[in-house]
């Protein structure tokens, strides 16, 4: 079974509207963190929000906040007024401590397009 | 203050041949990660260093081989490329209690 999952190969945004990415994760741990990357084409993964299974409030980073359902183990990216510098693909990542390192799992990603 | 630096950017090899790709950490940052990421995937997980020692190794063949300086600089070595090696490689560096990882721009190898 896959760990991480993101439906959505590919996403349409209007510019200024606010979008969801979606992402579920499988796992047994009970202490685990959750991360969302985006790549432009350039290649760099760049680093936008991260949430802990412990947090108890949803992270937020600017126009950037996480949808952390434990119960349903959905983390949900939500990206508000979008710009058309956002368009890259967005990778959902988890983190789990496997044997004494936290190694983190990447899902295959959405593309996102942000129209003007 | 450079962030994660890798090199080369681009390389195109022949089956069969050895590789070597190198990795620079963000200043400060002591563990090194690799990923392969082919076409349309995530970044999959090769292997990490932490103190010179591999801590973690991901599900790759022992063809896949790194190495991590004192400086912390770590290089990735592929031996007897195949086709299906062609990816992009990225290096990732985390320090003490860092909860993300930050990426280089990545090494795009070809192998024909």
């Known amino acids: 079974?896959?760990?991480?999952?993101?439906?959505?190969?590919?996403?349409?945004?209007?510019?200024?509207?606010?979008?969801?990415?979606?992402?579920t994760y499988d796992t047994s741990d009970q202490s685990y963190g959750l991360f969302w990357y985006k790549q432009p084409?350039?290649?760099?993964m760049i680093f936008l929000i991260y949430q802990g299974s412990y947090d108890e409030?949803?992270?937020t980073e600017g126009r950037y906040s996480l949808n952390f359902q434990k119960a349903r183990k959905s983390a949900n990216l939500v990206i508000s007024a979008s710009q058309l510098g956002d368009s890259a693909m967005y990778f959902c990542a988890m983190r789990e401590r496997t044997g004494g390192s936290y190694i983190p799992t990447f899902g295959?990603?959405?593309?996102?397009?942000?129209?003007? | 203050d450079a962030g994660v630096t890798q090199?080369?950017?681009?390389l195109i090899k022949t089956r069969g041949q050895q590789v070597t790709l190198r990795c620079s950490p963000k200043s400060g940052h002591d563990t090194v990660s690799w990923y392969q990421q082919a076409l349309g995937q995530g970044?999959?997980?090769i292997f990490q260093y932490y103190e010179e020692e591999e801590r973690q190794r991901g599900n790759f063949p022992d063809r896949f081989s790194g190495h991590q300086f004192p400086n912390y600089s770590s290089e990735l070595n592929v031996n007897a490329l195949l086709?299906?090696?062609s990816a992009l490689y990225l290096c990732a560096s985390r320090g003490g209690r860092d909860t993300e990882?930050?990426?280089?721009?990545?090494?795009?190898?070809?192998?024909?």
């Open chain 1, 1 to 23: 079974a896959q760990k991480i999952t993101q439906t959505q190969p590919g996403m349409f945004v209007q510019e200024k509207e606010a979008v969801t990415l979606d992402c």
């Open chain 2, 101 to 112: 990882a930050f990426f280089g721009q990545g090494t795009r190898l070809t192998v024909v």
């Open chain 1, 41 to 44: 084409s350039s290649g760099e």
């Open chain 1, 108 to 116: 295959r990603g959405t593309s996102l397009i942000v129209h003007p």
């Open chain 2, 7 to 10: 090199s080369p950017t681009h």
């Open chain 2, 43 to 45: 970044p999959q997980f």
């Open chain 2, 83 to 85: 086709l299906g090696d």
């Open chain 1, 57 to 59: 409030q949803n992270a």
